[in-house]
């Protein structure tokens, strides 16, 4: 049997397997790696293996950057690996799955936010316009 990636950690064959985040960094600078697991209530489980970071914060560029091994989540999944929903919204936006519906929500909620921002600022060049 290959050893994986990273991780290495002794794994029941047919146990439940998720795909999920693990957080790393400091406490104002958080950094995330996807990694496969057993799904148990424990969260001191090892990792079986690593499959992708993810680096929330922006850049000196406005990016966010993510990495990902679409061959070894594929092949998880294949395996049955339950994915969460966090890891399931950033494959979304990346195009492995179909965007998931809490990404729809967000968007709407950024327009909605958008929009009322908008009108705050009209309402207030407005009143400025009558006061002078």
Known sequence: MPFPASGGAAYSKFSAKAIRFVRYGCSNRPFYHI???EKHKEQKKSVIEQVGTYDPL??????????????????????????????????GLSGFLPIHPSSYMQAWRNRMAAEKAKMVELDKKEAASVNS
């Open 35 to 37: 990694v496969v697991m």
């Open 58 to 91: 922006s850049n000196q560029y406005n990016e966010k950057l993510i990495s990902l091994n679409l061959e070894r989540i594929k092949v998880w999944i294949g395996k049955g690996a339950h994915i969460s929903t966090p890891v399931a919204t950033l494959l």
